[in-house]
């Protein structure tokens, strides 16, 4: 196996002594001593409040600027060692007992310093609340109020959810009851206040009450495996989320505490994760809709397809920002999808009971074209998430594609390591090859070139190309500019004469073009947006292509071979971040001493798959110690252990309630797109 098997869910050791609940072990130095004494006092020897930050804060300072210890240490008690080294990471506190005396322990904090609260670190034992029915774990707890608030789990028993085992009988049931739950816990903690916590309005300054909020990680329009909530294969339900816990300047509001342990979090628990306070009737319908659509999925390869899209389907969204369905106004009328006949087929929903009717794209060539402004970007952007299942009510839901669908584009400046971009570019001037193409600044034209065969090496067997955000020179050259500039001054054969050749060899293509028609002498299916309107124009399509044939001799090139796609395997010692890497938007991770840049990778649609993605990174310096295994190998390997052991092998810590799978393609592209040299070697 080319893959050590450290991606297991991590074990966390439990200490085998435990503290007396709310008693400070011998060894422990209150703060007020500390400060009394003078060692980390303003006048002090040992230097101001950084050290004192640092000595109690798990070694990252006031401002959490260090490297953040790792949730899988080892749990220990809540105590600080006599020779304390902020460079070693604290063991995690492992107390548990009862409900009541988890909220007699809060009591007991009240005003003591904010580092107390490391008394209620539970990582392996819980506090058990047998009248609610559930166990509370409780992660490392965070160095102080204005630090990333603290993780928490919450097991609700089989017993008490009640959940009918058909609704999680499988993994697709199981993703789906998950991810309505999680909305149900997101929307109670808005409903409730539970995600406002004191002083988020800038209110009190540095010695008035500050957190106290519940957060979970916000829902969007589609259906994915994530760790927010999960239901497990006995009925358990499992959530993570984080608890911001209150204090007053340093001290700790243990009655504040009180109030969020003891009445909001199993108020919230009975709201969101008992089937019996939930609408039934939405909770079937959520999980039957989105196994539906995975059927509708499973089965385009079996009907020859690779996308299907329902009459009725409401593609457009709110705004650019807002990935909700546009709705009507006195001013716009929403038009719904409606399919060509001659191109409509039909599933026979295995849940719903009903018949779906709706465009199948049959695989090879198919053209999308129109007038600006009528739809054809908005078809393409409801195909390239297809992947995804969506909510109920979404507006494209039952709109599916491949799986192995990846869209295309243009990136002018990204990363290259090693490719070879030989079947689209040659004969580079000052004799640069391409068959092993590397550069920190790509042109539109080797960025998309680059894109495309890193896409076939992960296995795509679907293209998605907008012209609209692709290199023009490398889409099309005319036979007027072929005639000005000679063929053995141009390096690229442009996608025009190569698309053929790849759709005979099992890769379709789906083409938005509104400006060029050579295209129509290659596409097997022409579809024309006109007012949002679908309508099938192959036959005049072909009978242009047919009256105006483009150059026949270059046309002719699509019948020679495709090229290669080489094999590359990636350096693992390359990807060391040297703890160093933080997730600051959907499309930016901060990465060692470089910005990872993902803005051109359309097909993410959360943040937290970009958390998942930047943890998938840090492992690669293990995954590949030898530069032996291609990276389509690696992620293969990676892949089958999260179908197996799910997203907590991903992480090193413990109750990450922030990820969402990505797919194998996204990760790929992320580690196609570090910039740091020798990433990659080809495989010879």
């Given at each position: 196996c080319?893959?050590?098997?450290?991606?297991?869910?991590?074990?966390?050791?439990?200490?085998?002594?435990?503290?007396?609940?709310?008693?400070?072990?011998?060894?422990?130095?209150?703060?007020?001593n500390i400060m009394r004494r003078g060692t980390f006092g303003r006048g002090g020897r040992g230097g101001g409040r950084g050290d004192y930050y640092k000595n109690y804060g798990g070694g990252r300072g006031r401002g959490g600027t260090g490297p953040r210890p790792s949730d899988s240490s080892p749990s220990g008690s809540a105590s600080f060692p006599q020779a304390y080294d902020p460079n070693v990471p604290r063991p995690i506190g492992d107390n548990g007992g009862t409900h009541k005396e988890f909220i007699d322990l809060l009591r007991r904090l009240d005003q003591k310093q904010y580092?107390?609260?490391?008394?209620?670190?539970?990582?392996?034992?819980?506090?058990?609340?047998?009248?609610?029915?559930?166990?509370?774990?409780?992660?490392?707890?965070?160095?102080?109020?204005?630090?990333?608030?603290?993780?928490?789990?919450?097991?609700?028993?089989?017993?008490t959810a009640k959940f009918p085992p058909v609704s999680y009988q499988n993994k697709v049931r199981s993703v789906a009851l998950g991810d309505y739950l999680n909305r149900m816990f997101f929307r109670c903690c808005k409903q409730m206040g539970a995600d406002v916590?004191?002083?988020?309005?800038?209110?009190?300054?540095?010695?008035?009450?500050?957190?106290?909020?519940?957060?979970?990680?916000?829902p969007t329009q589609h259906v994915i495996e994530q760790s927010a909530v999960r239901v497990l294969q006995n009925g358990d339900v499992c959530a993570q989320f984080t608890i911001n816990l209150p204090a007053r300047g340093r001290s700790i509001l243990g009655h504040k505490a009180v109030q969020i342990f003891d009445q909001t979090l199993p108020q919230l628990i009975?709201?969101?994760?008992?089937?019996?306070?939930?609408?039934?009737?939405?909770?079937?319908?959520?999980?039957?809709?989105?196994?539906?659509?995975?059927?509708i999925r499973a089965n385009l390869e079996i009907r020859g397809l690779v996308a299907f899209v329902p009459d009725g389907a409401i593609l457009p969204r709110k705004s650019g920002a807002d990935d909700h369905p546009m709705e009507d106004t006195p001013a716009t009328k929403v038009v719904r999808?409606?399919?060509?006949?001659?191109?409509?087929?039909?599933?026979?929903?295995?849940?719903?009971?009903?018949?779906?009717?709706?465009?199948?794209?049959r695989k090879g060539i198919t053209l999308i074209v129109g007038g600006g402004f009528h739809g054809k970007s908005t078809l393409l952007s409801a195909l390239q998430v297809g992947?995804?299942?969506?909510?109920?009510?979404?507006?494209?839901?039952?709109?599916?594609?491949?799986?192995?669908?990846?869209?295309?584009?243009?990136?002018?400046?990204?990363?290259?390591?090693?490719?070879?971009?030989?079947?689209?570019?040659?004969?580079?001037?000052?004799?640069?090859?391409?068959?092993?193409?590397?550069?920190?600044?790509?042109?539109?034209?080797?960025?998309?070139?680059?894109?495309?065969?890193?896409a076939l090496e992960m296995g795509a067997k679907t293209l998605l190309i907008d012209e609209d955000t692709c290199a023009s020179n490398f889409m099309v050259r005319d036979n007027k500019m072929m005639a000005l500039v000679h063929k053995d001054k141009e390096p690229i054969t442009p996608f025009l004469y190569k698309a053929k050749t790849l759709s005979k060899q099992g890769i379709s293509i789906i083409l938005v073009a509104g400006s060029c028609g050579d295209f129509f002498d290659i596409a097997d299916t022409t579809l024309l947006m006109d007012c949002y309107s679908c309508h099938d124009v192959t036959a005049r399509a072909k009978?242009?292509?047919?009256?105006?044939?483009a150059n026949a001799g270059d046309l002719a090139k699509y019948k020679t071979p495709f090229g290669s796609v080489t094999p590359r395997c990636p350096v693992g010692e390359a990807f060391k971040p040297n703890n160093k890497v933080s997730v600051r938007s959907k499309s930016v991770i901060a990465y060692g001493d470089v910005e990872l840049d993902l803005s051109g990778l359309e097909q993410l649609v959360s943040r937290e798959q970009t958390n998942s993605i930047s943890l998938a990174l840090q492992r690669l310096a293990t995954l590949a110690p030898d530069s032996k295994a291609t990276i389509f190998q690696i992620l293969t390997h990676l892949n089958e252990i999260l179908d197996r052991e799910g997203l907590d092998a991903l992480t090193s810590g413990l109750f990450d309630g922030s990820l969402a799978r990505p797919r194998v393609f996204e990760i790929a592209a992320a580690i196609n797109r570090l910039r740091v040299d020798g990433s990659f070697v080809q495989l010879r």
């Open positions: 080319f893959l050590p098997p450290f991606l297991s869910i991590a074990k966390v050791a439990t200490s085998q002594q435990t503290p007396t609940l709310g008693r400070r072990p011998s060894n422990y130095k209150s703060a007020s580092p107390a609260y490391r008394d209620i670190e539970s990582c392996s034992k819980g506090w058990i609340n047998d009248m609610e029915g559930y166990k509370l774990f409780i992660g490392r707890a965070q160095s102080d109020p204005y630090a990333k608030s603290t993780r928490c789990r919450v097991i609700v028993a089989n017993e916590g004191a002083g988020m309005e800038g209110q009190g300054g540095w010695s008035g009450p500050k957190g106290g909020d519940i957060e979970i990680s916000k009975q709201k969101a994760l008992i089937y019996e306070a939930l609408d039934s009737n939405a909770v079937t319908r959520h999980v039957l809709n989105v196994e539906d659509q995975e059927w999808f409606h399919s060509p006949d001659s191109l409509r087929v039909s599933f026979d929903l295995p849940n719903m009971g009903k018949t779906l009717a709706g465009i199948g794209i992947m995804y299942n969506k909510i109920p009510g979404d507006g494209r839901e039952f709109c599916v594609c491949s799986p192995n669908a990846v869209k295309i584009r243009a990136e002018d400046g990204r990363h290259v390591s090693e490719v070879n971009i030989s079947p689209f570019i040659k004969n580079l001037p000052f004799d640069k090859g391409t068959e092993c193409f590397s550069t920190k600044d790509s042109s539109g034209s080797t960025s998309q070139a680059t894109n495309i065969m890193e009978q242009i292509a047919l009256a105006n044939a």
